[in-house]
């Protein structure tokens, strides 16, 4: 079945699994996801059925004139109401419910039948005889499209139904007529641009390259035609993107454009786009991003080209904790913007930032409960004192006048088990670390060349293989390289692949000092061919394993080190081995308990040593 996410693109290093591929097992995330199945899916549902919500499911059916009533939401409710499709087909394409297929057969029936003649889809104008089509940028027209497109590419994935991508196909070809060429008169459109990212999977599971021309499109726009007294800087728009060196303008607009134009650079190659991007991405985490992943600081401010801005990147390192704005859907595309970029160059950083923004920012917006939700996430709150300002509320909300933050957090917890890992033909990438499983074929190797491997010992053919594992924080540092074997891969001083011993079929191996005391690792290679055995960050028990019959690779994560563990890479001394022994004092072996007795007894530990290195081992 085509697929947006395990997509081979051409100047990608690695693409996500397909589906079926991986999935949680247990933990955390395995939590989060059972949540968005049995609770936030359901609930949302109630929400986008409630008068009192601003995004709501039944502006599709009085289009569609199956009942009576008139458009009160907000302009981009129909983009809401898509997000929390997407998220119930990434689900369903994991848990298989039929209450979840039907459900979407439902709704995708009154979206198809609220669609005019000529393929425009946008309830907010349909039912406005105030509003004209194309006449305001802030009317949401394309981000609504946008997530139309997405949610129809997962649909597909994940149904094998093409009732949503015919409404998609409809749409976009709609657009193409209007703006590819694009006229000078709606050069600055393209308000909150979800249209490029959509755009993108659209082209992935059609084929149609006038799909991906038009997102292209899209990003050229950006810059081309300059008003100021128009958007300028909050909508990106003073810049062309190709020329941009700092992060600029409303938070979400900026994240949805970076996300789109690495999808863009992903299928075209465009030299200028990457390098834009990099410096982009390094003005944001250098100067305006929260420790807790979160991006635009400022509900009102000015930008550094003195545009008039809001809900916006501020300037370089200010950033308030009280009146942060850090909007949950902005936090999102930053994360949205680092999968992206990890993909692209394979390099470990953007991991760290993804990661950053999934335990912090990208959750802080939902109740443990997963049924009430807020739109800012200030960093300080004094109560009943605080002075709140746009959108800040005193707690979390089950409706609300804007409502885009909620279907956010559930597509991305909904999806995340595809984030996790990233894939290619000789290689495997661990991005998030939990409890759980990926499958995947291998591109060389004999049938039966096969291997099953405990947390983070990988298994390779010596020549096709490798599997890389982030280090999360700063990474491996430049200086220590001379402590890793040759084949260590090292990009920008993060370690994003860390091959570090060779071993044949059923040698045990052995673990230098560093990072390997420190942490206290174990690995248990099962079965498998000649492999490079990849170990970083474990948290390994000495149980066996099955062995798995069949060609290709199978990866698990068995529970895992923890979030604040594995943050203590940076650290030095003892107290990053006492910490992993609080976190799972039962799963270390014996031989790593007495390292970290030894250790917190001030004496030195010997290297762990399995065994002799194995002859010929490079």
Partial sequence: ?????????????????????????????????????????????????DRSNKARLAYFRIAAGLEEGAHEGTDWSDGDCYKWLEAMAHVYGVARAPDLDRQMDEVIGWIAAAQEADGYLNTQITLNPAKQRWQNVHHHELYNAGHCFTAAAVHLEATGKRNLLAVAVKLADYLCGVFLPTPPALANFGFNP???????????????????????????NRGSAPDPGFNGDLNQDRVPLREETAAVGHAVTATYLWAGAADVYAETGEAAVLEALGRIWNDVVATKLYLTGAVGADHFSASIRNDPVHEAFGLPHDLPNATAYTETCANIGQGMWAWRMAALTGDARYGDVLEQVL???GLSGMSADGTRFCYTNPLRWYGEAHRGMSNDTPERWFTHICYCCPPQVARTIARLHRWAYGLADDAVWVHLYGGSRLQAEVAAGDAGEVARLLLCAAVAEDDAHDVHLRVAGSGVAAGA????EDDARLGNGHATAAVLLRYERGEPAEFG???YERFGVRAVLVEGAPVRAVVLLADVTDREADVVQGAGLLFEQHGGIGQGARRCVKRRGSTSMDRIDRIRPRCRPRRVRRCARRRSRGRRAAPLRCADRASGAA
């Avoid at 591929?21 to 995330?29: A, E, N």
């Avoid at 390289?481 to 890793?484: I, K, P």
Wanted: proline share 7%; charged share 20%; with cysteine.
């Fill in 1 to 49: 079945m085509p697929s947006a996410y395990h997509y081979p693109s051409p100047h990608g290093r690695m693409t996500a699994p397909a589906l079926g591929q991986s999935r949680w097992t247990g933990g955390f995330w395995a939590d989060r996801f059972a949540l968005c199945h049995r609770t936030i899916l359901p609930s949302m549902r109630r929400a986008l059925e």
């Fill in 194 to 220: 979800s249209q490029i990212v959509g755009l993108v999977d659209l082209y992935r599971v059609t084929g149609e390259r006038r799909y991906l021309d038009l997102a292209g499109q899209f990003v050229s």
């Fill in 359 to 361: 335990y912090n920012s």
């Fill in 481 to 484: 390289v001379d402590l890793l």
């Fill in 513 to 515: 000092e560093f990072p």
